[in-house]
């Protein structure tokens, strides 16, 4: 049966001109929406300029070029981290909506599952200018695993690995005392590495710190792993919970010389015969100053002729002064716990000084003795229940290094890169 085709004749349309109700919320949307910002995001490189990572931001203005390299309020950006990501978010026209720039990360709490990123905010003002302000947010820390084997240098078969530069130069310090990593590393040395990364809003953010690490050079095998006790600021320890390094170091700097030694001298200010009770560094402005032990911060201000000073307290009779700095380390007050190696503050020439420089003191019982000559007390070994607690801590660590070793073995493929990634 053929379907009748004939049309119905529609009524004539009519054009009916009335305005429809409409919330004053949803006027404001349908008038003032813009689209969302174009966000871009590039990562630091050795040897980079503000120039050239606003060149690959495509942002060219020389008003935001000037103002990121000589106004006070975008300092931070000055010291740009390798691997550290800078962002910017863009309008329609290409033109600035904001710029970040995440240059500091510190973890909160041994503990804590949650790191602090400081970033660096560059925005827009209304005069056609730019401002930036430093700005605090969590960051999420996850553990990652590598393995990787010397083929020329550490830093090679690192980047291979994916692993962070951060994390390569802790490798080197944890084991230095061990391992000669300038001359003695052979082709064929292999690595594994459990280490913490941070990452914010999805996008790595920085490296954290080496929870185990695993080296066999030359066919022998050295381990490592961090263990912090209760009582006390965290260290590394070999896979049998005896201490990598003796409990102080020589020195708490690491590129100096001595100017004034251990006893009786004219005093450079005073011109008075008198006795010095410490080893004088000198020292450019601004040189980091380490902690030679761990232990707990007893003073950190002012103190009369020692300018700026900290005095740390360890374990048993010691305590070591450290004098003259320009400024003390962010975080370091009394009662803070520091590890050994950890910056505590900068050289300087505050209190009585003549020239910049630092005044180690090593005290026994709070008397000074000459800490170039005095026995150096060994690093405080694990008690019983402490080497159990260490021994709980390693062996997921040893489980996971374990793993990484088989997969290394002639004949498997190469593990290269990072291996796993979990957050916690």
Known sequence: MVPNTDRVPLPPLHLVDKPL???????????????????????????????AILQRLGLDDPKLLAFLTRDASARSLYRLYPGRPVQAATDGQGKLVSLRYVHTLSVQDD????????MLVVEPDQKGGYVAEEREEDT????????????????????????????????????????????????????????????????????GRVLAVEFTNNGKTFDAAW????????????????????????TALKFSRISSTFGMR????????????????????????????????????????????????????????YAHQSRIASGIHQGVSVSQGQVIGYVGMTGWATGPHLHYEFRVDNQPV???????????????????????????????????AQLQQPGLPSPAGQTASASR
């Not at 503990?111 to 400081?118: M, Y």
């Not at 007893?298 to 009779?317: P, S, T």
């Not at 229940?385 to 801590?393: I, M």
Request: no cysteine.
């Open 227 to 250: 263990f912090s006790p209760d009582d006390g600021a965290g260290a590394y320890y070999d896979f049998n919970g005896d201490s990598l390094h003796g409990a102080f170091l020589r």
């Open 140 to 207: 999420s820390v996850e553990t990652n695993v590598a393995s990787g084997v010397i083929r020329t240098s550490l830093f090679a078969a690192t980047d291979t690995s994916g692993i962070p530069d951060a994390i390569t130069q802790q490798i080197a310090d944890i084991l230095g005392s061990k391992i000669d990593f300038l001359h003695g590393l052979r082709q064929g040395d292999q690595f594994r590495v459990v280490y913490e990364t941070r990452s914010h809003e999805g996008r790595y953010a920085g490296a």
């Open 111 to 118: 503990d804590d599952e949650q790191a602090t990123t400081r």
């Open 21 to 51: 109700p409409l919330a004053s919320n949803q006027l404001q949307l349908s008038t003032d929406a813009s689209p969302a910002p174009y966000v871009s995001e590039t990562r630091i490189r050795r040897g980079d300029t503000v120039a």
């Open 266 to 321: 004219v005093h450079p200010l005073h011109q008075t015969w008198t006795g010095h009770k410490g080893v004088d560094y000198s020292a450019p402005t601004g040189t980091p100053i380490h902690a030679t032990a761990d232990g707990v911060i007893d003073f950190a201000g002012w103190q009369n002729g020692y300018g700026n000073v900290v005095i740390i307290k360890h374990f048993g009779q010691y305590s070591t002064v």
């Open 370 to 404: 000459d800490p170039l000559s005095v026995d150096l007390p060994m690093a405080r070994a694990l008690d019983p229940g402490e080497r159990k607690t260490f021994a709980q801590e390693l062996e997921p660590y040893r489980d996971q290094i374990g793993l990484m």
